[in-house]
């Protein structure tokens, strides 16, 4: 069974930094695209960043240079390194393991607050 836990979310000032971990199990994780997403109250969900097997990162334009995406296979834990953090990045954050055969896999997300 496949499981994915967010971890590292929190309040922040403005400005501030937080490092999200993404630790999955089961089968997966090495040949799978990994992601994190995230929604704000009364908004859709979004993509944040994505990052292949082979460590090829993707980000949302608004997010670039703020934001990272990392993995460590020989742990099977996906990181978002979050700086300069701003109060409309407050939202629930999900990691996502894609999944070519099938629907993809989510946790069940950690939330993050941005105090101004």
């Known amino acids: 069974q496949v499981q994915l836990v967010e971890s590292g979310g929190g309040l922040v000032q403005s400005g501030g930094s937080l490092r999200l971990s993404c630790a999955a199990s089961?089968?997966?994780?090495?040949?799978?695209?990994m992601a994190w997403y995230r929604q704000a109250p009364g908004k859709q969900r979004e993509l944040v960043a994505t990052i292949a097997s082979s460590s090829r990162t993707n980000y949302a334009d608004s997010l670039k240079g703020r934001f990272t995406i990392s993995r460590d296979n020989a742990k099977n834990t996906v990181y978002l390194q979050m700086n300069n953090l701003k109060p409309e990045d407050t939202a629930v954050y999900y990691c996502?393991?894609?999944?070519?055969?099938?629907?993809?896999?989510w946790g069940q997300g950690t939330q993050v607050t941005v105090s101004s």
């Open positions: 996502c393991a894609r999944n070519a055969l099938g629907p993809d896999y």
């Open positions: 089961g089968s997966i994780f090495s040949g799978n695209v």
